[in-house]
């Protein structure tokens, strides 16, 4: 029987655990509003560049964002998770962010500009 530890945010993993998620740096190309969406939502566009190309994303942060405002920044997502059908919209990569003091979404980006599709590790 095995146990499992935990650590002070949750159940440790492996580090070959960590390993497999593919978390890429892109540059939005496209951002537009999705009412489509449950919940207010921007459908993306995200360009990871090469192999990767550009890939479709919904994310839920236009408390702290504007769709123009996104064009040309820099983000990180998770580009090796299956599709998942958002409304109308197949979502391609799971854009990150993490909370504010208010709990509403921040995306996760470089301080300065990176070669698009850049592995994080």
């Known amino acids: 029987m095995s146990q499992t530890k935990s650590g002070p945010a949750g159940d ?3 580090i070959d655990d960590f390993l497999k998620v593919d978390v890429r740096v892109g540059t939005v190309v496209e ?3 999705f009412p489509e969406a449950r919940k207010p939502a921007i459908r ?3 360009d990871f560049g090469g192999e990767i190309g ?6 839920q942060i ?5 769709p123009e405002a996104l064009i040309g920044r820099q983000v990180l997502a998770v580009v090796n998770f299956p599709p998942r059908q958002i409304g109308p919209m197949m979502s391609e990569v799971l854009t990150l962010g993490v909370p504010d003091a208010s709990g509403q979404v921040m995306l996760i980006s470089p301080d300065r500009a990176v070669p698009d599709g850049g592995a994080l590790y």
């Open 12 to 14: 440790f993993i492996s």
């Open 44 to 46: 993306l566009v995200i």
């Open 54 to 59: 550009r890939k479709k994303s919904s994310a």
């Open 62 to 66: 236009t408390v702290n964002y504007q």
């Open 31 to 33: 951002a537009a509003p």
